[in-house]
């Protein structure tokens, strides 16, 4: 069995097969292109007790995976992150059986450092030497450490506002940063005007190559795996570029295929800001695609999205599973930011904490059931977003004394 079971590029609009052993970037018709893979041929010689065997990272997958040679992997330890219950805290919501899948653990403090493997990995493969993007902030440091590692060029545009510590990554790592007074499609444009003009670079825009998508989908082997090869009733997950939803369902769409993962698929749910909710509107007014979303601002950075490539795949995926979207305030999502470490001691992203707000909202709702098994994506770690908290507290004397607290 070879290391990877990739077979080709499929357009995710038309169906047209593209080459997978060259760099591509979309399909003819503008859409993202899928990775697709000899899934007959992995049922055959793969099972999941062969997997259980395998190192604790998401290349425990690796059939299903698009690098071809083990050699050009480029790893740090992602993958394989806990899938935590969260007993007092959905109590409090009214959902007891609250499960936390917590990405904050994975190298550069996010998901994306699933996509980057994966990315930067078949990049190398493929004879890339440089990556360019552009970014909300956490998606460019992963790729910049990752790229750094795989010995590779990285070009890097954010909007200035984006959080502090992004930026620094990527100039720790090396990479050429710069901050556009704008939001990321407007870091977009200039991104694709200079890789234009570069030899050996690719753009690796959201969906604008086929293999972040990739390693993404691996949240979606890893909650399966562990719940013994059981679907979740729920998945909630916050709704930017969309490639998490997209990655997810395709992974299950590919267990099911392959006879690892029977009965209904979990019903997953888009969680989007109300500054910021364009799949939202799209689902309520019943489109195949979003409009731009005008004025776009949110505490959630990460899912300031105005329009997204694969807004329509996301759409697909939320209504096959019978799922729903729904967009929170940022008053709501930060006040379960805190509740949530209050009540567990978890210091979740604002992106995470606005699925833990669409959950209370569901299942006050009663679109959520009380017996529901619930995982909610928390997409990366709070202290990346340290602005997100008010520190306002008393700054003593060293001759002072801390007071005692009143009884009751």
Known sequence: MPHSALSHLECSKTGKRYDADQVQGVSDAGAPLLARYDLEQVAATVTPADIATRPADLWRYHEVLPVRDEANIVSLGEGMTPLLPLPSYGAAIGV?????????????????????????????????????MPTNGNAGAAWALYAARAGMKSLIAMPVDAPAI?????????????????????????????????????????????????????????IVEQLGWHAPDVILYPAGGGV????????????RELGWLGGDLPRLVAVQAEGCAPIVEAFEAGKDESEPFPDAHTVAFGITVPKALGDFLVLDAVRATEGTAIAVSDAE???EQAELARHEGAFICPEGAACMAAAKRLRASGWLREGDRTVVLNTGAGIKYPETVTVDVPTLAVDSRIPTPSAG
Do not use: N, W
């Open 244 to 255: 998490g939803h997209i990655g997810i369902y395709k992974a299950l769409l590919e267990m």
């Open 166 to 222: 992004t930026r620094a990554e990527c100039v720790v790592a090396g990479a050429e940063l710069y901050l556009v007074d704008g939001l990321i499609g407007d870091a977009g444009k200039l991104v694709a005007a200079a890789v234009a003009e570069r030899t050996g670079y690719q753009e690796v825009s959201t969906l604008k190559e086929p293999y972040r998508l990739e390693g993404k989908k691996t949240m979606g082997y890893e």
């Open 96 to 132: 007891p059986g609250l499960l936390m899948k917590d990405e904050g653990l994975v190298p550069t403090g996010t998901f994306k450092a699933r996509g980057a493997a994966a990315g930067v990995s078949r990049a190398k493969e493929l004879g890339v030497t440089g990556v360019a």
């Open 333 to 335: 999502l930060l006040a």
